[in-house]
């Protein structure tokens, strides 16, 4: 399905004239992106051993999926928005872009205490048997 | 004339709804993943509790076969060595001296003779705990020998085939065999009425498929099943048990022709286990 974007991308770039953002590649992509999300949170959720939320792609694709979601509607209707119009209400996306990084910061707390107690599990290792007779 | 004097929404009323919406949409997926997960975790706690459950009656069910085992053993000892070692005893007392030549002679050859049917008798039990045939010469041969035994009887029918049995297993894999074997026909003699039992094994991708067939009342995997999960059927439990040790299974069905029931036991060649830890030694 990337490769048939890909595709799609280069044919909409070389034949249409492009303005200054293009919303129907965008639209496809974000489809596309939430919908590749929606099948690793349910490979996450079918992995029983990991609750999902100790998972650190968990917290990326929220991430992602709030970025999103905050900014779709803004880049469907920017073609067809002013230059003032945009400089406002691109503001509105800013709040999605914090709350991304937010959660990018946290997936990598997430990660780095996973990574911290497999490190621990490996270092614990059994007494040698000290037979001294 | 109304409807077509519509004017376009404006752009903040478009984002804030959309945006609200995908909102919602993220928010709902994230809770619908979430609560997956639970409702998952959840099923996965409950199989694995049926499994700590199926294995604690499989436990319990070994621990009371060795248990009526040990009884049947010390029944065996009390009931019939010791009275003929007492008895033996008896004719080698202290007035032994003052008999005559032919009365101690006498004494001397019953005493004899029921030291003999002592020692048969040991031998029995001993051979009932662990044939020495199996030890010295194989499963083929060990499973040859009860058959003909069971034949001798005049009872039943029994015979036995070993297509291609020229690697012996290990000693511990051949006694578990023998042992599941020899279950499965008690349980036959005792409860199907048949008038044939045919052993038959085959090697096919390195596994072993040892395939019992017999003309009387059987039971089916479903019936295995069911027994196995209930509190009773303590020799079927052990079966079950013992085919788990070896990585192996057991099932039980009725022949193509519908006519003979069919126990098929199925294991690897090679134990996995030793297989596995040779490779590691080797690596």
């Known amino acids: 399905m990337s490769l048939l974007f890909i595709v799609f991308q280069i044919i909409f770039v070389s034949s249409v004239n492009t303005g200054r953002l293009d919303s129907i590649p965008i639209g496809i992509e974000t489809i596309l992106i939430i919908f590749y999300i929606i099948t690793l949170l349910f490979e996450l959720v079918n992995n029983v051993k990991t609750p999902i939320t100790k998972h650190y792609c968990f917290w990326i694709s929220v991430g992602i999926l709030i970025y999103l979601g905050g900014s779709l509607f803004f880049y469907l209707i920017i073609d067809s928005l002013k230059l003032k119009e945009i400089a406002t209400y691109g503001k509105m996306t800013y709040i999605a872009e914090i709350i991304k990084n937010v959660l990018f910061g946290l997936s990598l707390i997430v990660y780095s205490k996973a990574g911290f107690k497999k490190e621990i599990q490996q270092e614990i290792r059994p007494a040698p048997f000290l037979d001294i007779t | ?283």
Do not use: W
């Open chain 2, 1 to 283: 004339m109304f409807f077509l004097q519509s004017t376009a929404p404006s752009p903040t009323i478009v984002l804030i709804l959309g945006t609200l919406c995908m909102f919602i949409l993220v928010g709902g997926i994230i809770i619908f993943m979430l609560l997956h997960q639970r409702k998952v975790e959840g099923h996965s706690k409950q199989i694995e509790q049926m499994e700590a459950d199926h294995q604690k009656i499989l436990l319990n069910a070994s621990i009371r076969l060795q248990e009526e085992e040990r009884q049947r053993l010390a029944a065996d000892l009390h009931d019939d060595a010791g009275p003929l070692l007492a008895t033996a005893r008896l004719y080698l007392n202290e007035n032994l001296i003052n008999q005559d030549k032919a009365s101690l002679l006498q004494s001397i050859l019953q005493t004899r003779q029921i030291i003999d049917e002592t020692i048969m008798l040991v031998r029995n039990i001993s051979h009932n705990l662990m044939p020495p045939t199996l030890k010295n010469f194989g499963l083929e041969s060990a499973i040859t020998d009860l058959f003909q035994k069971i034949s001798g009887s005049g009872v039943v029918n029994a015979s036995s085939r070993f297509h291609d049995y020229k690697e012996r297993m290990n000693e511990e894999r051949e006694l578990i065999v023998f042992r599941v074997v020899q279950e499965l026909i008690n349980n036959i003699l005792k409860h199907s009425k048949s008038s044939f039992i045919h052993l038959t094994q085959n090697l096919q991708e390195e596994k072993i498929f040892i395939r019992i067939h017999h003309d009387g009342r059987g039971i089916l995997q479903a019936d295995f099943d069911r027994l196995n999960k209930s509190y009773d059927g303590l020799g079927l439990k052990n079966i079950s048990s013992r085919m788990r040790i070896m990585q192996g299974q057991i099932s039980f069905e009725k022949d193509i022709s519908q006519t003979y029931f069919k126990v098929t036991i199925e294991l690897p060649k090679i134990d996995p286990e030793a297989a596995r830890k040779t490779k590691k030694q080797l690596a």
